[in-house]
Structures are given as C-alpha cells and as structure tokens.
C-alpha cells in the first residue's frame, strides 16, 4: 500500500449562513453532482453539533486545496457566513 506524507492540515468553512443547514451528505452530493469529483472533497466534516463525519478515507488523496491535496488532510466546519452573507466566524463550542 502506497502511503501519504501528511505536511499539512487544511481548514475550510462550508460557506453556510447561521440560520441555514448544510449536513454531511448534502455537502457530499454537492461535490459529486456539482464539482464533478467522486465523492466528498475532504476526510472530515463537522457539523455544527460537533459531530465528526468522516469523508474521504486519510489514505485517498483529497480534493480540497489545489496544488496541496496530495500532501494534507482536509477539514470541513459547517458554517463560516453570518446571516447576511458575509464572512464570520461561526464556529460552535461543539465544534
């Protein structure tokens, strides 16, 4: 088996507004419909309750942060807009 340096851990928001949902597998479906990749971009997403979903499995390169995927971990956070669309910090104490 072919393993992976891991130099990196990469963050990302979903983009979602407080007030709105966007769970695992809605966020899996958009990436396979929408971006065309075969399945979710990255090897984790946590909701806003805190619970973890596993995505991508850590040996499979992720599609996440071009030009970085084949050496990080990407990590999702439901949220990251305030309820007007603009960028805020919108992570929960569970996450």
Do not use: W
Request: one cysteine or more; a positive charge.
């Amino acid at each position: 088996m072919n393993r992976r340096t891991i130099t990196l851990i990469i963050i990302h928001c979903s983009a979602t507004p407080e007030g709105r949902r966007l769970d695992f597998e809605t966020c899996r479906q958009d990436h396979i419909r929408h971006r065309g990749f075969t399945d979710i971009g990255y090897h984790f997403y946590i909701t806003r309750d805190g619970e973890i979903h596993r995505g991508r499995p850590l040996e499979k390169v992720g599609a996440h942060c071009r030009n970085h995927n084949r050496h990080s971990i990407g990590i999702c956070y439901e949220g990251g807009l305030s309820a007007d669309c603009t960028p805020a910090d919108t992570r929960t104490l569970m996450q």
